[in-house]
């Protein structure tokens, strides 16, 4: 199979919703990473996802629809505070998991009785699920495990071959997968760290909790238990604190042949003068934008990919070491 490319426009946008309709996958951009989508309802759309790649069979999809979609024809809204969480981060890079109506095929929720829904604010996301007005589930469009791709180059490096069309939508500006958030209790609950914090949750509910993956726990979220994020070279992952030894192992790596880089926020950045860098930016907001690219950027260049961690985990910090530690940690 050949794969394109093509930029977002209103062909594109059609020759995308006929491949859907066909039972195909796309590889499409959002604001958070590029999805592989297929129509949710179509079970055997959804098991090409799996296959394509290579995804654990429990771990289930997130289905996105566009801004006017009626959410409830997909999910039951059972707490009022939902709804104030819809109006205040919808469109936007916020999950919400609720009871699932059942329109959603069981493939893509791995026979749960969940459903993680999604509006992305992607203009040309919107343009698509608007086009198509069905719900498409879209994990992200990397082969199971590799960092996740944040420009359509970085989608055709991975599925080249295996899925005809990948829409370019620019680099993703937000550049870390949603905020993934229980809503079916009376309080909410985090799965997974995103843009979307607990500091902006709490701002509206009031409260919100913090799942705990312990090993061996049944986790409520089972993407989260896998490694993941991995680029394709040898990786560590330094605390701010333990700058010395990252340069020791720099300085082992450069002794022995090879190319290291480190991979930082612009201020620590200062202290490995002279050495390779793979330079984050400096707000949170920067780092989370540059840190797929820099780390599939190091995968091409590096033997190893030195990380230094964030200076808290407050905040959009707590996505982005979520990230470091399963990528280089
Ligand atoms: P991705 O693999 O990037 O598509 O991320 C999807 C994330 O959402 C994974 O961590 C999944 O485990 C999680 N997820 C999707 N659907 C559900 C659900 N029904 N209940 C809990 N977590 C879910
Ligand atoms: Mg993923």
């Known amino acids: 199979m050949q794969t394109k490319i093509l930029p977002v426009n209103v062909e594109s946008v059609e ?42 069979s429990d771990n289930p999809l997130i289905a996105h629809v566009h801004k006017d979609y009626n959410l409830d024809t997909l999910v039951y809204v059972e707490h009022d505070y939902v709804n104030n969480l819809i109006k205040a981060f919808m469109p936007g890079p916020l999950t919400l998991v609720m009871k ?41 469009a990397n082969i199971s495990k590799h960092t996740s791709p944040v420009t359509a180059m970085h989608v055709y490096n991975d599925l080249n071959g295996k899925i005809p069309l990948i829409l370019d939508g620019g680099k993703c500006s937000g550049g870390i997968e949603s905020t993934v958030l229980d809503v079916t209790e009376s309080v909410p609950r985090i799965l997974r760290a995103g843009l979307i914090t607990k500091e902006m949750i709490e701002s509206i509910t009031g409260e919100c909790l913090i799942a705990e993956h312990k090993e061996g726990d049944k986790v409520k979220s ?26 020791e192992l720099y300085n082992e790596y450069e002794n022995a042949g090879k190319t290291p880089y480190i991979m930082c926020r612009t201020t620590v950045s200062k202290a490995f003068d002279g050495k390779n860098i793979l330079d ?15 780390l599939l950027e190091g995968e091409t260049k590096a033997q190893i990919i030195i990380a230094i961690s964030m200076p808290s985990e407050k905040g959009v910090y707590m996505g982005i070491m979520n990230r470091l530690r399963k990528s280089c940690g």
């Open 15 to 56: 020759k995308a919703k006929q491949i859907w309709l066909d039972g195909g996958l796309i590889g499409m951009p959002t604001e958070t990473v590029y999805g592989l989508g297929a129509v949710a309802t179509n079970p055997e759309a959804v098991k090409k996802i799996f296959e394509v790649k290579g995804r654990p």
């Open 100 to 140: 699932s109506k059942g329109v959603v095929c069981s493939e893509a929720v791995c026979g749960g009785d969940t459903l993680a829904v999604r509006m992305p604010s992607h203009v040309g996301c919107q343009q698509l699920l608007k086009a198509v007005d069905m719900p498409i589930v879209a994990p992200s």
């Open 222 to 247: 089972p993407g989260v238990k896998y490694r993941h994020y991995r680029p394709k070279c040898e990786t560590a992952l330094f605390s701010e604190e333990q700058i010395e030894k990252a340069i």
């Open 280 to 294: 984050l930016g400096e707000t949170p907001e920067q780092i989370a934008y540059n840190l797929y690219d820099k």
